[in-house]
């Protein structure tokens, strides 16, 4: 089913709700090998993930297709913010309103993928015009789907403020992402360990220790099968405490990428007298560039064996024995990573809030999450070199 528009002179849109719809004209419009592809689409649709749709639309100057934009659409509720957010009582109604009705967001990217744009223009010149595609799409969605707020997701450049201003969009503010640069001249774990001082050489050594009593598999995709039941309940214990959690992944969710991606996507298993007790997950992007995706594991075996802290050694040492000069970590755990040594950068995401009480209810709710995850205290600097260069 798909809904045609013009709703002016300079361009116009051709929406769908299934990639299937859009196929044919949807991949005549990207370079080969693109994320945005088809074939990667359909894996995220048939992931199954709880609460999302999906809309494609292709986008049309002078009758020629000069773009695609693909969006996630979820209805986010109070309990995606689960136990840890107090609105308190001068909230209340704001909060009962938000648990009621809640909050419609149209996000132009991928809620579980970082560095992954939603949107792709055949010319540069024309990104900027993302903006003005969605306020459009916004108005002529049906009132079942209108979001209230629209979200671009990690763009790969900033935008101009006057740009935004005048699509009546913002930045968000102190919105960052983690990446450990691999150093060119490391050959093997310990190149990477003797750089560091003194003080978290010994801190590795001993969680390496400690990680050493574990088996490390890589598993292919008849083993994620018969290890679903065991991958989902370390994902999910993980997961389960945290805060915010806009949307959960599904068994199906790793299953298809694996089918999809083949060797570019990889689960690490992590096992314990045979049984698994963690894993950890990678997505091998172009430009040798490595992706922390999901982990998960159970907390009585995180403290026997320091997993989150292997799981993360182990990223290094596998890009660098790959030759993978960039590993991209995500957002939280923000002490353990630049404990490793991952450096902070502002990721580039914009939104419209289009119903002010919702959007206020939201922002309100963010705000009080971003204070109990920002990182207190300066950013470690574990190198030896960066550590004499602070003292100079």
Known sequence: MRDCFFPDNSFSIIHFQSIEEAETHWDSALPENHHLRSEHLKSIESAKLQGFTFRYLLIYKEHRCI????????NLHAKHFGDAVQLG??????????????????????????????????????EAMIFDVLNKYAKSASAKTKPDILIVKECEDQFEHEILTGNRFQAFEHDLLFEFQVDANWTC????????SSKYQKRAQKIRQQGSQVNRIWLDEKQIQKHMPELMGCYLELVNRQAYKPGQLTAEYFLQFKQTLGDQFQILGYFSD?????FASYILNEHQTKELHYVGFYEFSNQAFSLYFNMLFDAVEFAIQQKFSVIHLGRTGHDAKTSLGAKPRLANNYFRVNHSVKGWVLKNTLDQLKTSYQPQGPIRNPFKQELQNNLS
């Open 67 to 74: 773009g695609v934009v693909y969006l996630q659409l979820l």
């Open 189 to 196: 774990f310990d190149d990477y360990s003797a750089s560091l």
């Open 89 to 126: 009582e001068s909230n209340s109604i704001f909060s009962q309103y938000l648990l009621t009705k809640g909050v419609k967001l149209a996000i132009c990217g991928h809620m579980f993928r970082n560095n992954w744009v939603g949107f792709y223009f055949k010319s540069s010149e024309d």
């Open 274 to 278: 045979g049984n698994l007790c963690g």
